[in-house]
């Protein structure tokens, strides 16, 4: 890694380790069961300004750490692990991107708040996982808390909030 991307990283999660990392609790979830909107934290605004992530761009994911390359893929409510396969602004591929799964709607919701760069510090970002043609659309023999979608990839998309 050159010194000047890791002196760049090594700022970043200094910031973000300095302002805390941003809550995924007491987001609002919809009647149907998927969540509200929410604003993107301060510290993550500034960390992806640092890295060059900007409102739009956009790069692929594993979405599962645990089922790469899956025909078939398995979600569940709760925390997930991604890995970015092409860089990101400043993040190089195989970063981590850690974020929240809700698989009440009919179409599974995926926030990310953290990137975390190999050999660095997390650091705080909004990004949501999306694919077009209804991808995200959970097959009908999805059990509830679950979401069983075609394929194991999506893009994540920089945001300014969550909508």
């Known amino acids: 890694m050159p010194l000047r991307k890791a002196l760049l990283l ?10 805390g990392c941003p809550a995924t609790t007491g987001v609002v ?21 640092y890295l060059k992530l900007h409102v739009g761009d956009a790069s692929w994911v594993d979405l599962d750490a645990n089922q790469l390359d899956a025909r078939r893929v398995t979600l569940y409510d709760g925390p997930v ?4 396969k092409d860089d990101f602004g400043t993040l190089e591929a195989t970063t981590r991107l850690y974020g929240q799964v ?6 599974v919701v995926i926030r ?11 650091i705080p ?6 694919l077009s043609r209804d991808q995200m659309r959970k097959l009908p023999e999805s059990k509830p808390g679950t979401a069983i979608l075609e394929g194991s990839t ?3 998309y920089v945001v300014d909030s969550f909508r």
């Open 10 to 19: 090594a700022s970043i999660a200094l910031l973000a380790t300095a302002s």
């Open 29 to 49: 979830l919809r009647a149907d069961g998927t969540p509200g909107p929410q604003d993107c934290s301060e510290e993550a605004r500034k960390a992806m300004r």
């Open 81 to 84: 692990e991604s890995i970015l």
């Open 102 to 107: 809700w698989t009440s709607g009919p179409q």
């Open 112 to 122: 990310y708040y953290e990137a975390h760069p190999p050999d660095s510090e997390k």
């Open 125 to 130: 970002v909004c990004a949501v996982a999306r």
């Open 154 to 156: 999506a893009a994540a």
